[in-house]
């Protein structure tokens, strides 16, 4: 149980144009799920926090209408990356909350973003 | 200073050792603990949570909290090729909050 998937895993877009990352529960109810970035050798960093039906919270510098985030079911939530730069070519994970803690949040494989 | 301080290694060990992986963290008010084993490409798993001081075991995980000096420990038993990761440790910072906050992580290989 707890499964979180992904879609795509991976994606190469040219510079300018939009990506969308889908993040979906499969066999669980999320009211909660968060979008993180990773760097090389770097550790996860939180970029917003969506709750279903409500406008997401994104962290301080992480540009919101840059990265635009729809919770729009308990089992779908997806990151648009807008006019998309080389400097966001990254490992975006999605993690989502069920009906436990904080600490129970099961994370999506990730999608690799590189961006030409 | 940073919520959450994590060597980055590398470590590198041979199959069977005992091994021990570690965080500091800044505000004596963290209360969840948590260590997570990511593989390379993938995303993190959740291996063991903890609330309070004192040590919770899980198979070969023995997950450590010493409240007082604000250090959490992970100890893997016998490790296995199998356990060649990277780990992190991830506290969450007060409760009714959801945010997680995540160490570096620490990347270790078991040597068959």
């Known amino acids: 149980g707890a499964v979180v998937s992904q879609h795509p895993s991976w994606v190469i877009c040219k510079s300018g144009t939009s990506v969308k990352i889908e993040c979906r529960s499969l066999?669980?109810?999320?009211?909660?799920m968060f979008w993180y970035r990773q760097f090389p050798k770097q550790s996860l960093m939180l970029m917003a926090t969506?709750?279903?039906?409500?406008?997401?919270?994104?962290e301080q510098g992480v540009e919101k209408d840059k990265f635009l985030i729809n919770h729009a079911s308990l089992t779908l939530s997806t990151l648009t990356v807008t006019s998309a730069h080389p400097e966001d070519s990254s490992f975006y994970i999605c993690?989502?909350?069920?009906?436990?803690?904080?600490?129970?949040?099961?994370f999506g494989p990730g999608t690799r973003l590189t961006v030409t | 200073q940073k919520e959450v301080e994590q060597d980055p290694g590398p470590l590198s060990v041979p199959e069977g050792a005992i091994v021990s992986l570690n965080c500091t963290y800044s505000?004596?008010?963290?209360?969840?603990f948590m260590w997570y084993r990511q593989y390379s490409r993938k995303g993190p798993e959740l291996l063991m949570y903890?609330?309070?001081?004192g040590n919770k075991e899980d198979g070969r995980f023995t997950a450590q909290v010493d409240k007082s000096s604000k250090y959490i420990s992970l100890f893997i038993r016998d490790s296995q090729p199998s356990d060649s990761a990277t780990y992190l440790c991830?506290?969450?910072?007060?409760?009714?909050?959801?945010?997680?906050?995540f160490g570096k992580g620490t990347k270790l290989t078991v040597n068959p």
């Open positions: 991830a506290i969450n910072p007060q409760g009714g909050s959801e945010k997680l906050v």
């Open positions: 993690s989502a909350r069920g009906s436990g803690g904080a600490y129970e949040q099961y």
């Open positions: 969506s709750n279903e039906g409500s406008k997401a919270t994104y």
């Open positions: 903890t609330y309070s001081s």
């Open positions: 066999d669980f109810q999320a009211t909660t």
């Open positions: 505000n004596s008010a963290f209360q969840y």
